[in-house]
């Protein structure tokens, strides 16, 4: 006959979701991060455009990282939290340990510049700011942080 | 898995309807404008992307579609987009190409704006 006592490990209380993923630096890896971005949107009964902008959003914070950090582990690193009393936003935050880069001397794209002098690419992080609500860009020696957020 | 972009061409008299399927990143854009390369050769006047089963872009891609427009300008020809999803929208128009080719909502409507003919 089984004893009665306390469950060894209890559970934690639930906290607000939150999901944790590390994507490989390979092509199309950041449609892999952009499904978890899918179900929480989803789940925390997101409109189908604002999570389409998150997704968005995500892709161009993967492919930053894929493309400038030259990371030395070759993976990006992501996580997902849903916040508010009632899941009122989605916060993502995307890292990479690679060589960082000057965030504040970046030099922002404009159609001018893309049609009239050809210089067509440098849109990644003007298009996260446009597409979420608060975006947050910390780069260094260690690697870059993105942290963006978007409101239900 | 793959979301590789999948390109179809429809002949409309000189316009030509380049519907893709997938996602639009650098291999999808490149193939967009391999197939928009051909139709500008053959002497299409206008050119149609149709968006309708694209979900999501990147802006390597975007800046292949880019190219693909100045080239169309180069050549003296148009470009409309239809289909667009409105996050789609908004990055097209935040990048400017709204500013250089027409949006339309629905491919009906991009054909009779260009004059294409049965």
């Known amino acids: 006959m089984a004893q009665r006592g306390s469950a ?30 899918d179900a929480l949107g989803e ?8 999570i389409d902008e998150v997704k968005l959003a995500l892709v161009e914070a ?6 400038h950090a030259e990371t030395e582990d070759k993976q990006v690193h992501i996580t997902f939290r849903v916040g508010g009393d009632t899941g009122e936003w989605l916060e993502i935050e995307v890292r990479d340990r690679g060589r960082g880069f000057d965030a504040q001397g970046i030099e922002s794209p404009s159609p001018h510049k893309t049609f009239e002098e050809r210089r067509r690419r440098g849109w990644g992080l003007h298009i996260i700011k446009s597409l979420m609500d608060e975006v947050e860009i910390v780069s260094g020696d260690w690697g870059t942080r993105i942290l963006m957020r978007k409101y239900k | 898995m793959s979301e590789t972009c999948k390109v179809s061409v429809e002949r409309r008299g000189d316009v030509a309807v380049l519907s893709t399927d997938g996602y639009i990143n650098n291999q999808g854009g490149e193939e967009i404008a391999r197939e928009a390369y051909v139709e500008l050769e053959k002497g299409v006047r ?3 992307l149709n968006l309708q089963k694209t979900r999501i872009v990147n802006s ?22 239809c289909g667009l999803t409105p996050t789609i929208d ?3 128009r935040i990048m400017g190409l709204a500013q250089y080719a027409a949006i339309y909502p629905t491919e009906e409507e991009a054909l009779q704006a260009v004059g294409a003919t049965a």
């Open chain 1, 62 to 67: 993967c492919i930053n990282a894929f493309e």
């Open chain 2, 60 to 81: 390597i891609g975007i800046s292949i579609l880019i190219e693909v427009l100045e080239k169309v300008m180069e050549r003296k020809a148009v470009l409309a987009f």
């Open chain 2, 46 to 48: 206008a050119l149609i």
């Open chain 1, 8 to 37: 060894p490990n209890e559970p934690a209380a639930a906290g607000p979701p939150e999901v944790s993923l590390t994507i490989p630096v390979a092509p199309e890896m950041e449609i892999v991060a952009t499904a978890q971005a």
């Open chain 2, 90 to 92: 908004k990055t097209f």
């Open chain 1, 43 to 50: 789940y925390m009964d997101m409109s189908r455009d604002k």
